[in-house]
């Protein structure tokens, strides 16, 4: 009929506007590629850049990760650790690992060192071992292990006699430890400064000399560091630090009147 080829015409007519509206479009878009040619290709460049830079920086973080959980694994990294204002007795120390628990004592002394002050440690046997840089993983009597950054900011080498609570001791290991990633002095610290804190290890009498000696500015600092193992504890994760520890002073039963979260 009349009315559906006239309909039909309009289409036509429509159809033919929008197809040559295309081909208009495209020569342009074609001339505008053309005229600004190395503008996109700086903008392509510049694309591909940032997305390689952002799977580089995530790569390099998953390898950070991966490398600090197996340094942690290899080197016995802490579970967790608490406070006590006097040390633990046997009876207690064995209520805890007679249940599977590895129990450290990591008892510490700090000392001035002109404006630093630096804490000293009786070198650790199954937690948060220290890992060389260069060097001894353990001392010998005399001699002592320097965290890596407090060793490279005041210029200790290898050798060189460090002087701490009146006592001579050679530098026999420069490294660092688990459970100190970040060297801070306490942990209410927000940023790190070598230059006025660091650590290091000694044998066990080099300790008991140092703290007959009487020079440590603060009293004896006890702390206890432990790893979980396989106890019932550990497979409850994930569970955070101060969780896990009254768990375990809760499944082991045991009290400590001077016991500090």
Not at 25 to 47: G, H, P, Q, T, W
Not at 64 to 75: L, N, P
Not at 176 to 197: G, H, I, Q, R
């Amino acid at each position: 009929s009349a009315r559906t080829t006239g309909t039909r015409n309009v289409f036509l007519r429509q159809n033919w506007r929008i197809c040559r509206m295309q081909r208009i479009l495209s020569k342009r878009v074609l001339r505008d590629i053309r005229e600004n040619l190395f503008r996109y290709l700086a903008l392509f460049f510049l694309v591909a850049l940032v997305m390689y830079m952002v799977v580089a920086i995530v790569g390099a973080a998953e390898t950070i990760m991966q490398g600090t959980k197996e340094s942690g694994r290899v080197h016995h990294r802490e579970d967790g650790q608490f406070g006590v204002f006097v040390p633990l007795t046997e009876k207690e120390t064995a209520q805890i690992t007679e249940k599977g628990v590895t129990l450290q004592m990591d008892f510490s002394l700090d000392f001035h060192l002109g404006q630093s002050t630096f804490r000293v440690y009786q070198a650790r046997e199954s937690v948060d071992l220290f890992v060389p840089a260069e060097g001894e993983e353990i001392p010998a009597q005399g001699e002592i292990l320097l965290e890596q950054h407090y060793a490279e900011k005041h210029e200790l080498q290898l050798g060189d006699i460090f002087i701490v609570g009146g006592k001579e001791f050679t530098v026999a290991g420069i490294g660092s430890t688990p459970d100190y990633d970040a060297a801070f002095e306490k942990t209410s610290d927000t940023t790190v400064d070598s230059n006025l804190f660091g650590f290091g290890f000694v044998t066990a009498e080099d300790y008991e000399a140092l703290k007959a000696g009487g020079q440590n500015f603060r009293t004896e600092d006890y702390t206890y560091t432990y790893l979980l193992n396989d106890t019932v504890i550990h497979n409850r994760d994930p569970i955070r630090n101060g969780q896990r520890l009254f768990l375990i002073m809760r499944y082991i039963n045991c009290s400590n009147t001077y016991f500090l979260l």
